[in-house]
């Protein structure tokens, strides 16, 4: 089923960076496997889910992406598969309760990253398996791409709860690639140092137009 959402993506005059903002809506209606389960496994869920929509924006037609985690703790797999046509599936598989919040009580330092990209174009899928980044998921995002396509990246998620449904927002910054002139180091940081001064009541849905969020953010910025 299609993801309920938009994306917004942007671009600046004089630095080579891109960017999206995503909303997606109604996800207890949209991703079964949260129906159940508690705001730390939603979260987390979410955050894998928004992950592999804002990949799937580069894929080709007939492609899809795969985000696994597997951990030997109380939450044992997170699974998320996203479509170039948005197309999403998921799964999410609890030993026991989950009662612990913090992300380090629900994963060890023994949780794996997988990044899977199949699709008609390829004789196999490629993979790619790394240990989970023991601050979040997005931070796992963040050293996927900058490891695999050496491009500098960044991804903030929030969740939260609309007219009674659970709703999460992203915002993504990633260095433009194969440009003439690279990205600098000073731009990166000064980008990223806006980027991480959003707060939730300004992105999630049903807050600030996502047009206005970047007028906010960015407007002196190039």
């Not at 508690?38 to 985000?67: I, N, Q, R």
């Not at 609309?162 to 000073?186: I, K, N, W, Y």
Request: aromatic residues 8%; negative net charge; glycine residues 4%.
């Amino acid at each position: 089923m299609p993801a309920a959402g938009h994306v917004l993506p942007f671009m600046f005059d004089n630095i080579p960076l891109r960017g999206r903002v995503l909303h997606l809506h109604d996800l207890n209606f949209h991703i079964p496997a949260l129906q159940n389960k508690g705001d730390a496994v939603a979260h987390l869920l979410a955050e894998l889910v928004t992950a592999a929509v804002m990949f799937s924006f580069d894929l080709p037609e007939g492609h899809k992406v795969t985000m696994q985690i597997h951990n030997d703790g109380p939450l044992q797999l997170l699974v998320v598969q996203c479509d170039q046509a948005g197309n999403l599936r998921d799964f999410a598989e609890q030993k026991s309760d989950l009662s612990a919040t913090a992300f380090t009580q629900i994963f060890n330092d023994k949780a794996l990253f997988v990044v899977s990209v199949d699709g008609q174009d390829f004789a196999q899928p490629y993979q790619s398996v790394v240990h989970l980044n023991r601050l979040s998921i997005s931070s796992s995002v963040e050293e996927f791409f900058q490891r695999s396509v050496q491009l500098p990246t960044k991804l903030k998620v929030f969740t939260g709860t609309h007219q009674g449904q659970r709703v999460c927002s992203a915002l993504f910054l990633q260095a433009m690639p194969e440009q003439q002139t690279p990205l600098s180091d000073d731009d990166w940081r000064r980008m990223a140092l806006i980027l991480s001064t959003v707060r939730a009541d300004e992105v999630l849905p049903g807050q600030r137009d996502p047009s206005q969020l970047l007028q906010r953010l960015f407007a002196d910025a190039t």
